[in-house]
């Protein structure tokens, strides 16, 4: 990771973490050990290089809560696996990380984007919102939030991210 983004994720970690009414819209949890790594080894198995970015970004926050997008703490993200078994061969070809608004956001292992299966009833296509680290960088932390969360003029993440310069207004049409 990048160590602009690194940054940006401990400002937001930190300006979160000074005003106790963002907890309603934004929660950025600590990352994890190595340890804690093993105990879920075993759902990307044969897929490091592919979901590497995914593991790296773990390392430095282990879940979030943030306005409309949710990334499932990695110590539970098990137990969400069954979002995405309408995927054919979903236990093996897919990690389901959170969700965006109530519809389950997964990274392929076989090329290591992240899909967003915002269609209801869900097809096993989903809408593929590039690698993870650009995802996390455009979607949650940037301007391109507001591409897919509606009534962002509303959303207290996305004004906090812009009245704590973590977004400049200016960006969103760039």
């Known amino acids: 990771m990048n160590v602009e983004f690194i940054k940006k994720i401990s400002l937001a970690k930190n300006l ?37 970015q995914y593991i790296d970004f773990m390392k430095e926050v282990s879940g979030f809560s943030l306005g409309s997008i949710v990334l499932f703490d990695f110590c539970h993200i ?14 093996s070809k897919w990690l389901c990380i959170g969700k965006i608004m109530s519809e389950p956001i997964g990274i392929n292992k076989e090329d290591g984007n992240v899909y967003w299966f915002s269609e209801i009833p869900y097809n096993d296509e989903g809408m593929n919102l590039g690698e993870f680290i650009p995802f996390m960088e455009k979607y949650v932390f940037g301007h391109k939030y507001s591409e897919i969360i509606p009534w962002v003029d509303e959303d207290e993440w996305y004004q906090f991210m812009i009245r704590n310069r973590l977004i400049y207004e200016g960006d969103i049409n760039g």
């Open 16 to 52: 979160l973490r000074e005003d106790s009414s963002s907890l309603t819209f934004g929660i950025i949890e600590d990352g994890i050990t190595e340890d804690m790594l093993s105990q879920n080894k075993e759902l990307f198995t044969d897929s490091d290089k592919k979901i590497g």
């Open 78 to 91: 098990r137990d969400f696996q069954y979002l995405l078994d309408f995927i054919p061969d979903w236990k």
